[in-house]
């Protein structure tokens, strides 16, 4: 069954002056980097930018570098002659050919190899270049979008990454944002992953989230961005005992379990090695603690902070004067 392609949801300032700049580098027939932490959608912004543009009716081709190993790259993406190696019994067309006419992103392009990275600088200041095991020299019209969360101009300096290339593919660098400053696009994308969870799921309906569960969404920093927030509530969809209630809440570590390993003594309780003596003082501090951090990520507002603690503003404001913050 042919999975339902992941949408562009988003109302917030930082990411709909994103997609502004993919539409505008959409038109240009020049190379691209994106650039994003991981789960921020890195993928859906490189088929945006091909279907946007008059290649839009040509191959789209994808390939994860740090998928394959480096001595199998080089084949993968320029193609080889038969006899090239061993193995190699028949022609193989790489990934620059299959893009002819269209685009080729290049995922995870920082762990490719320096002699792949001149390879693909070729290829991208001239349209050249020769299979493995032939001399004759090939000519191809393809697009090269790259992906990477890495900082690239560090490993350049580093050594790690070609500087002749970082020029060729930076003609414009889409730099996406990640969730934690995309607070008002969580709960539409949420209830986008909800629907569609349910609907996969065979039921009529989804009947929302309640306010712990919402507070969790708001009040979460998510470090894997989109990709963590989709299973996280697609995970709650299915879990939920009573799909005609609203979520009661997210299990936001799927790995959370009085019997998880730990890395230090193999399997054993890894919870805290003794009770707190004061419960009431423990209790006090982790309230601090948390309503600290929602003020610092909400620039000092407690109008949003309570609103991402699913607090109203009088018992934010009480929270503060409590504690003197």
Not at 19 to 25: I, K, P, W
Not at 272 to 280: A, G, K, Y
Request: with cysteine; glycine share 8%; aromatic share 6%.
């Amino acid at each position: 069954m042919k999975r339902e392609a992941q949408p562009l949801i988003g109302e917030s300032g930082a990411f709909l002056e994103t997609l502004e700049q993919v539409s505008r580098a959409a038109e240009l027939n020049r190379p691209v980097l994106i650039v994003g932490e991981r789960g921020t959608g890195k993928e859906l912004i490189a088929e945006r930018l091909h279907f946007l543009s008059t290649r839009w009716d040509q191959p789209l081709v994808k390939l994860n570098c740090a998928a394959i190993s480096s001595s199998l790259l080089e084949s993968e993406l320029f193609g080889h002659e038969a006899g090239a190696f061993t193995d190699a019994g028949s022609r193989r067309i790489g990934r620059f050919e299959q893009a002819d006419g269209g685009t080729l992103l290049l995922d995870e392009l920082a762990t490719t190899s320096d002699a792949v990275q001149e390879k693909v600088l070729r290829i991208v200041e001239y349209g050249e270049f020769e299979r493995l095991g032939s001399s004759q020299t090939l000519s191809v019209d393809v697009r090269v979008v790259g992906a990477t969360n890495e900082d690239l101009p560090a490993l350049a300096s580093q050594g790690r990454f070609r500087h002749d290339l970082l020029d060729r593919l930076a003609f414009d660098v889409i730099t996406l944002p990640p969730l934690r400053v995309r607070r008002e696009d969580i709960l539409p994308l949420a209830e986008n992953f909800a629907m569609r969870m349910s609907r996969e799921m065979g039921r009529e309906l989804f009947a929302g989230f309640s306010a712990p569960a919402l507070a969790q969404l708001a009040g979460h920093a998510w470090p894997g961005n989109v990709r963590e927030l989709k299973n996280a509530v697609e995970r709650a969809v299915y879990r939920n005992p009573a799909p005609e209630k609203p979520i009661r809440t997210l299990d936001l570590d799927p790995f959370e379990s009085p019997w998880r390993p730990c890395s230090d003594a193999g399997f054993r309780q890894c919870g805290p090695e003794s009770l707190p003596h004061d419960l009431r003082g423990w209790l006090d501090e982790q309230e601090k603690s948390i309503v600290e951090r929602a003020l610092a990520e909400s620039s000092g507002n407690r109008k949003r902070a309570a609103e991402r603690l699913g607090l109203s503003y009088d018992q934010m404001r009480g929270i503060v004067r409590k504690h003197s913050l």
